[in-house]
């Protein structure tokens, strides 16, 4: 099957860890911020993640390199353009890239500024290629709350215009859905969709909490629903997308090899998985390679993907005017 062509929506991508080597270069450069090295090879080896790291820990400090560049609005705006323009080019047809908008303030951008960068480098690829997206915006889970309702409050005046969804996003602690409790709902009454990064390390339980607290449409990954009955259930219940990483979840060792990853077992019992990439620098990929990974590995046809591709569409936080769009796409 060729891979390459098939139509592909990817809902899970993280903004600083899918920045091209190249980019972090020339952006070190105009901006006079010095770098361990000037060698592409180099750079990349830095921002890509062992195949398995020792913990998620480990695999979250490649991302400092790219943020050190994502401090000014010309460098936000370029690899927003870039991210899209590379997913385009690999049929990508709709895109939602998610983002901290808390990790860019080093240099005195306002959260405003901040996500009007990355609408605008969206936009610019929109209007090139024919792909779609929307912006999440995700809080870091174990930075200060004090900020995370101006987050809220400035990517509201972008909602229906570039941003779709509120995210909670980095260390995964047990239980800790109940301190966000006000912010998600917040965020909620403001129109933002809900997705939760929950279930990647270990912890079922913040799956049944992401979605019985926090009004998840969606989790990031869910994988550990394995081992806990009632999150499973819920999942299933309210048809709850999982955002399936697979080349990410290895390394993060969330799972030990792709074989034994459930993503199928899911599939066969009809809970909603979409495949995405995560990070596609940080795990060398793209969507094109994560379909091939999980199709080969896991023997699935074309029908298969197809309905893949349309729980994809359903799952989206997309408008009704975009998923009619994409169902052009479904065979
Ligand atoms: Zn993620």
Do not use: W
């Not at 006079?32 to 830095?46: K, R």
């Not at 705006?77 to 901290?100: C, M, P, Q, T």
């Amino acid at each position: 099957m060729n891979y390459f062509n098939l139509p592909k929506i990817d809902l899970h991508c993280h903004l600083d860890g899918s920045v091209r080597p190249q980019t972090i270069i020339d952006l070190a450069q105009e901006q006079s911020i010095p770098l361990p090295s000037q060698d592409i090879n180099e750079i990349n080896s830095l921002m890509i993640a062992p195949e398995t790291c020792q913990n998620l820990e480990e695999y979250l400090m490649r991302f400092d390199l790219p943020l050190s560049v994502m401090q000014t609005e010309a460098g936000i705006e370029r690899i927003s353009f870039e991210l899209f323009e590379d997913a385009a080019k690999e049929n990508v047809k709709y895109f939602e890239v998610r983002f901290g908008p808390q990790l860019h303030q080093q240099q005195g951008l306002s959260f405003k500024q901040i996500i009007s960068s990355v609408v605008k480098g969206m936009q610019r690829a929109e209007a090139m290629y024919d792909i779609r997206g929307n912006y999440i915006l995700s809080i870091l889970r174990t930075f200060p709350k004090d900020n995370i309702n101006a987050v809220i409050d400035a990517g509201a005046e972008f909602l229906g215009k570039g941003v779709a969804a509120f995210d909670l996003a980095g260390a995964e602690l047990p239980g800790f859905c109940h301190e966000f409790i006000p912010y998600a709902k917040y965020a909620k009454e403001k129109g933002y969709h809900i997705t939760i990064h929950a279930g990647e390390q270990g912890v079922g339980q913040n799956v049944y909490d992401a979605v019985s607290l926090l009004n998840a449409e969606r989790v990031g990954h869910g994988i550990h629903i394995t081992g806990h009955q009632g999150a499973y259930d819920l999942v299933k219940q309210h048809n709850i997308g999982l955002e399936t990483c697979p080349s990410s979840n290895i390394q993060t060792k969330a799972v030990d090899k792709l074989s034994e990853h459930p993503v199928k077992a899911f599939y066969q019992d009809n809970l909603p998985i979409t495949i995405n990439t995560d990070n596609r620098t940080v795990s060398n990929t793209t969507m094109t390679d994560e379909v091939r990974k999980v199709m080969e590995e896991f023997n699935l046809s074309r029908e298969d993907y197809f309905n893949i591709y349309k729980i994809s569409i359903e799952q989206a936080f997309a408008s009704d005017e975009v998923k009619q769009h994409l169902m052009q796409f479904a065979e």
